[in-house]
């Protein structure tokens, strides 16, 4: 897609998007997780001063779209039929990907970046445009509202739950309550929380040939040993989910088939097995709670 020169910018062509007379106002993005807000509510980033997230030593730094566009350029990369993974480059704040679902009755957009470029939005016409987007939870909201706009203002959609995580509240942010929102392409929300009150994961049943996938953000976590997940309120601060609240994340889930898992990264995928690897994750985080160490072991499916 967007190639980089030789200096190190962006190539031609992959300018900043500019929404023009959109309402948006000046923003800025926060350095550390990548969301972006209005200046006038930009003071300290209330995402990072959270206690799953963190300021860095240097205190808060704030970069504007132009700044963050001049250094980085977005690159899409096709997963499987149907499914892309957008990604900045070099990785910029958290550095997660955003998945786009294409499908027969409407694209899809699964989390956000904070880069919004015209070579990227391009690229998603190009696949046909986006109905919806739906973002698992609040660190990875980046520019939700400019990728909406660019689209016509598609609906974002966020459980109420998270309601007072929404940086600047717009027409175009929708919240939803309940365990499950179906969105275009039988693609279903589902209400999951544990890592933010809110936390969602969007089920695709025709992914994986038809064997169902889930797309989750990092809730539950893929490990670096791949037949395992995890289940965490703080990643860069090292809080463990509590098992009451783990055991909710994959009760909401059980009643969805899946074999495919897609977390926020492209090494952060387990092809097959997904579901049952989620519950055996479960006995083993439960039991590690309680001290009990080397409990469970992983065995191939049969």
């Not at 039988?186 to 929380?193: A, E, W």
Request: hydrophobic share 40%; glycine share 10%; proline share 7%.
């Amino acid at each position: 897609m967007t190639q980089r020169s030789d200096e190190g910018n962006v190539a031609p062509g992959a300018e900043a998007f500019q929404v023009r007379d959109d309402g948006i106002g000046e923003t800025v993005i926060c350095a550390t997780c990548g969301v972006q807000r209005q200046v006038v509510s930009a003071q300290t980033c209330p995402v990072c001063a959270d206690e799953r997230q963190y300021l860095p030593e240097g205190g808060q730094r704030w970069i504007t779209p132009e700044e963050l566009a001049r250094r980085h350029y977005n690159t899409m990369t096709e997963e499987e039929p149907g499914l892309y993974s957008i990604r900045t480059a070099p990785a910029f704040a958290i550095g997660q990907r955003a998945l786009l679902l294409a499908t027969p009755h409407g694209n899809v957009l699964w989390d956000c970046l904070s880069l919004v470029d015209d070579a990227t939005i391009a690229a998603i016409r190009s696949k046909g445009g986006l109905a919806a987007i739906a973002i698992s939870h609040p660190h990875f909201y980046g520019a939700m509202r400019v990728w909406s706009r660019a689209f016509g203002g598609v609906p974002v959609w966020i459980h109420d739950a998270d309601r007072q995580w929404i940086p600047d509240p717009a027409p175009e942010i929708r919240t939803w309550s309940g365990s499950t929102k179906p969105l275009p392409g039988d693609l279903t929300l589902i209400h999951v929380g544990g890592h933010f009150d809110g936390s969602q994961v969007l089920h695709w049943p025709a992914g994986a040939g038809g064997h169902g996938v889930a797309l989750v953000g990092d809730n539950p976590n893929v490990c670096a040993d791949h037949r395992w997940v995890t289940f965490m309120r703080s990643f860069p601060n090292y809080i463990p989910l509590a098992a009451d609240e783990a055991e909710r994340v994959v009760a909401a889930l059980r009643p969805h088939a899946f074999d495919r898992l897609y977390g926020w990264t492209p090494e952060r995928v387990i092809r097959q097995d997904a579901k049952r690897n989620i519950e055996r994750s479960l006995i083993r985080h439960v039991r590690a709670l309680r001290g009990e160490h080397g409990a469970v072991t992983w065995s191939a499916r049969a």
